[in-house]
């Protein structure tokens, strides 16, 4: 094994490394980071169809796989967990998975469709030298859930970068409108039409509008909210932004007052974190792994289904000035906390070459 040159790293993400999606976001930070660590990392772009791959997809996966003169394989988790055996027979290299959520876990699948997933992705684990995932939550739903063990599994948080300006640098009156903002794809994991709902209930003193910022992939779930919001008769108050440029989403942390995360389930949560670095306040479903480390006066936690809580939350923090100004003096606290990306890399690229270093792989 040779010592005096860079380490060379395939690292096989499926689709669009741009893609405004938090996974996206998390594999592109780290990417950029990698040679600063001594690695050098290469992209291995597989297809966008992933976890729903054509035949075709699988077959040029595994030619890539089986191709590519990299010493060891980072294989994004979307890709991994639907992995056939023409993609598994290729996996000759030493292997670490990036695992943002078991893709069995998202909601809105048929009962069919989540057991293959489970299945599938339950098996293709065992394949891995090490698992990194992105929250303890995850690593305990491995090891409880997929028979993972403990030692294989390394918890690497995603990170911030610090923004440039945060949000409430200038004072505003009770006179303003109050921008809401939610950040994530349309999907029925997200949980939006409890959020639609429960500003159709709001008594507030202020005016306010409620801006969504994510793909709309998913039409289906596209039309119902856009239904929704028709039959709610908030056409004027709420806005479906659809995907944002990474300078559209920072002016929009940048301008609005506070972030809602009302997600059935997530992997860790980056949208809350994200929020946090701009000392934008959260109030965010109880079932997000990265909010449990916040909770207090910056984030407050609800549970996804008690729609009249979400109300009386969100009505407190439009209503109540002296609340909510605890509420950001909170979360600009907070934003001077919170880890970089270097550090959530250094932590990576341990892992890999540690596994490098071994050789082989374990089953």
Known sequence: ???????????????????????????????????????????????????????????????????HPCDLLLIDGLAFGAFSEMERAALTKPLIVLLHHPLADETGLSADFAQHFYDQEKSNLR?????????????????????????????????????????????????DPCHILAVGSLSPRKNYALIINALALLKTKRSWHFTLAGRCDDQQETQILKRLIHDVGLQGQIHLRGAVSETELQTLYQTSDFLLFPSLYEGYGMALTEALSYGLPVIASQTIPAAKHFEGDGV?????????????????????????????????????????????????????????????RIS
């Not at 490394?17 to 040679?35: I, K, N, Q």
């Not at 030298?129 to 739903?141: E, L, N, P």
């Open 127 to 175: 394949l891995a030298d090490k698992v990194i995932v992105t929250s303890q939550a995850t690593k305990a739903r491995l090891i409880n859930a997929y028979d993972v063990r403990d030692e294989k599994i390394i918890v690497a948080e995603p990170a911030i970068t610090r923004p440039s300006a945060l949000a409430h640098s200038q004072s505003k009156s009770n006179d």
């Open 300 to 360: 407050v936690l609800v549970a996804p289904d008690q729609r009249a809580l979400w109300v009386q939350t969100i009505e407190e923090w439009v209503n109540n000035q002296a609340a909510f100004t605890k509420a950001v003096k909170t979360a600009k606290l907070i934003a001077g906390s919170l880890p970089d990306w270097d550090q959530t890399t250094g932590q990576i690229v341990q892992v890999v070459k540690q596994t490098h270093a071994r050789g082989a």
């Open 1 to 67: 094994m040779s010592t005096d040159r860079t380490l060379s790293l395939g690292f096989v993400i499926p689709g669009d490394l741009d893609a405004p999606t938090g996974g996206s976001r998390y594999d592109r930070e780290v990417l950029t980071r990698f040679a600063k660590h001594g690695v050098k990392a290469d992209l291995i772009s597989v297809s966008h169809r992933y976890p729903f791959p054509s035949l075709e997809d699988r077959a040029k996966t595994a030619a890539l796989l089986s191709n």
